[in-house]
């Protein structure tokens, strides 16, 4: 079966300090993957997507980034984090086909507090 | 741009009730999904519907798909606690936007004993 994991499960930065957070799929190959951002009390923000290793798309100017080093592989990163950086930040996957049955899964997420 | 509203935001109700989450959205669709996110946790997936007139249910929920209205319901039947959560629609609007989702802002369920 096909598992995602993310971390950090918390992290606490200051502002102005680079940011990594990593996810890794397990259990599928060549998955779409996505990175969003929930404010509190909000709904979820696309980011980033990517449909292969190298691909990326940008949902929303920022000064975040994202890299697909490897197939299953997703790192968001930051070089300098604003405060309005923090949220909860949650990676998902979905099926290399599109085919519309297939929910997007999600992992644990990272809670990021920004001082 | 897609525009995905979910009324109401917020729903108290007592146990045992009965009631309805609503879903709009602005474009054309046959690709709608049903999340539910309990306080600091991520998301699981309910329900996915993929065409007009679809139906799902499961336990005491119960998603269905008017693709036509742009319009997914979600029907909380005799309500429990345990129902208590944020439920979130998202729509693939797929021919403009390939495999992404666009959420709505979530519907924050309390269920009162």
């Known amino acids: 079966s096909q598992t995602i994991h993310q971390w950090p499960a918390t992290l606490v930065q200051p502002v102005g300090s680079p940011l990594s957070l990593e996810c890794t799929v397990e259990g599928t190959s060549n998955p779409n993957l996505y990175w969003y951002r929930q404010a509190a009390g909000r709904g979820l923000q696309l980011l980033f997507y990517s449909v292969g290793i190298g691909q990326i798309s940008s949902e929303v100017p920022q000064n975040l980034s994202a890299s697909r080093p490897q197939d299953r592989q997703f790192i968001l990163s930051s070089k300098k984090l604003l405060l309005s950086d923090s949220g909860f930040y949650l990676c998902?996957?979905?099926?290399?086909?599109?085919?519309?049955?297939?929910?997007?899964?999600f992992g644990d997420g990272t809670r990021l507090s920004i001082l | 741009e897609l525009k995905v509203e979910q009324n109401p935001l917020f729903l108290s109700m007592q146990e045992g009730k009965n009631y309805t989450i609503y879903c709009n959205y602005s474009t054309t669709s046959d690709r709608l999904y049903w999340y539910r996110q309990d306080p600091g946790k991520s998301l699981e997936s309910l329900f996915v519907?993929?065409?007009?007139?679809a139906v799902k249910q499961e336990g005491r929920l119960m998603a269905s798909l008017d693709t036509k209205a742009r319009l997914s319901t979600l029907h909380i039947t005799a309500a429990v606690h345990d129902l208590s959560a944020t439920y979130f629609c998202?729509?693939?609007?797929?021919?403009?936007?390939?495999?992404?989702?666009?959420f709505g802002a979530g519907t924050i369920l309390r269920v009162k004993s």
């Open positions: 998902a996957w979905s099926a290399p086909e599109y085919i519309g049955n297939q929910p997007q899964h």
């Open positions: 519907l993929l065409s007009n007139g």
């Open positions: 998202a729509v693939d609007p797929t021919m403009e936007y390939g495999n992404k989702l666009v």
